[in-house]
């Protein structure tokens, strides 16, 4: 991410404008002064920009928190992809959901700032259920197809639900353990996953 104040891809405009540099500002600022006591005002602010051109970016603040995360949707949905048929649908999930997780580490902190602020804070908490289910249909879509299933039937529904729980579980032991090991975390309860899906 360019140094704010130099111009970013869009015409001009601080790199502070860009999406993923907005959300970290919010995160920043949710973490130091709580997400209540946070205003959309005070994100702009901090960001140089107006009110009206944040929106442009992010249609509540809530979304805020949850940064670019359509884009990542449109990585798992490809790292499904590739990984149709190369092994069985439980490896495969497990694969897309190590993949989809992995996180640099000079970026880890940061992550775990955003985690803790989805699984804690009860008015994300409720938007994070409409993002949840965006996370799911892809696992549905996926599981769908591997099975010759409709999106809507029982299984692939089960299914998603079943990968969502794994990767929360995992979450929630991440925070909860600074050292913590999320990649492994998530390898196990992909065992669970696998189990259930393949056996």
Known sequence: MPPRGRSGPLGGRPSATTRGHLSGIAID???????DET?????????????RTLFR?????????????DDHLAG??????????TGTLGT???DAIVAFNQVPEPEREHHRRRMHLLLTVPALQAHSMIMYADWRQVIEEHAARRRGLATSDHA????AWMALGVALAAYDQWLQQ???D??????????????????
């Open 29 to 35: 600022l949710f973490t130091e002064k709580g997400f």
């Open 156 to 159: 692939p529904q089960t299914i």
């Open 76 to 85: 798992l949905r490809e790292l499904l992809d590739r990984a149709a048929g």
């Open 182 to 199: 999320l990649e492994a975390l998530l390898r196990t309860g992909c065992e669970l996953l696998i189990a259930a899906v393949d056996g």
């Open 57 to 69: 970016y992010y249609p509540s603040k809530n979304s805020l928190a949850w940064g670019e995360f």
């Open 39 to 51: 205003s959309v005002d005070d994100i702009a602010a901090a960001a140089g920009i107006a009110r």
């Open 92 to 94: 495969e999930l497990r």
């Open 178 to 180: 600074p050292d913590g």
